[in-house]
């Protein structure tokens, strides 16, 4: 079964740049996350998706950052401008079933970095 | 709302050693809890899961953790540490509602020395 894809891998842009990472989920998870992780934390949600709808964005800034999944497959994060405290990994996790007990699988991340 | 926190961002053990990781929660209902493995330029994985069935909970790679409710505890322990267990380890919340987020700790970052 393969998993969770991301791309780029890796980043560098200058501030006040804009950049789009791209997920591609498991077949067949209807919910799909996108994590912000900095250096030394744990993974903070910015956004979750069931199906092509939002569910949960409260912590996306909104003023810079959207995501979208429009045919509820494969989604797209996007910054735009980016600031320097943007630099972190970007993951991109899905599960099979919405909620609590749910077991989220996660791709490898994109690392930012924004000079 | 729910909370993790892991005690102590660095941990030191030799191999053939006791692992232990600790993690406390704060939630106001019944939580789920987690934890992930997340090796050098990879995602996460999941080690084990509490879902409020058995308290000790058994995952991959040997090893469990034990759900205690007067402690609001989650420890990670693994009876016998092997290099290849170096990592970063996070715990993780969640309630049992159907539109619930992961809230991770800040991680600890296990070192297994010779």
């Known amino acids: 079964e393969a998993g969770v894809a991301q791309s780029p891998r890796y980043k560098i842009i200058e501030k006040r740049q804009s950049v789009a990472f791209w997920c591609n989920p498991i077949?067949?998870?209807?919910?799909l996350y996108w994590y912000q992780q900095i250096l030394g934390q744990g993974p903070k949600l910015l956004i979750q998706?069931?199906?092509?709808?939002?569910?949960?964005d409260s912590q996306l800034p909104k003023d810079r950052f959207s995501a979208e999944r429009l045919k509820g497959v494969d989604s797209t994060l996007k910054i735009q401008p980016a600031k320097l405290e943007d630099s972190a990994v970007y993951l991109c996790?899905?599960?099979?079933?919405?909620?609590?007990?749910?077991?989220?699988?996660f791709g490898p991340g994109t690392r930012l970095t924004v000079l | 709302a729910q909370s993790v926190t892991q005690l102590g961002s660095h941990v030191s053990v030799s191999e053939g050693a006791l692992v232990l990781l600790r993690c406390n929660y704060s939630?106001?209902?019944?939580?789920?809890l987690f934890w992930y493995v997340q090796y050098p330029n990879q995602g996460l994985q999941l080690l084990l899961k509490?879902?409020?069935?058995?308290?000790l909970v058994k995952g991959i790679n040997g090893f469990e953790a034990e759900f205690k409710k007067s402690e609001t505890s989650f420890h990670l322990t693994k009876p016998s540490a092997h290099m290849s267990d170096a990592a970063e380890y996070f715990c993780?919340?969640?309630?049992?509602?159907?539109?619930?987020?992961?809230?991770f700790g800040t991680g600890t970052r296990l070192q297994v020395t010779l």
């Open positions: 996790a899905s599960s099979l079933i919405r909620g609590g007990s749910g077991e989220q699988f």
């Open positions: 077949s067949g998870h209807a919910t």
């Open positions: 998706f069931q199906n092509n709808g939002v569910v949960d």
């Open positions: 939630s106001s209902v019944p939580p789920y």
């Open positions: 509490y879902t409020s069935a058995a308290t």
């Open positions: 993780a919340v969640t309630d049992t509602g159907t539109a619930s987020k992961l809230t």
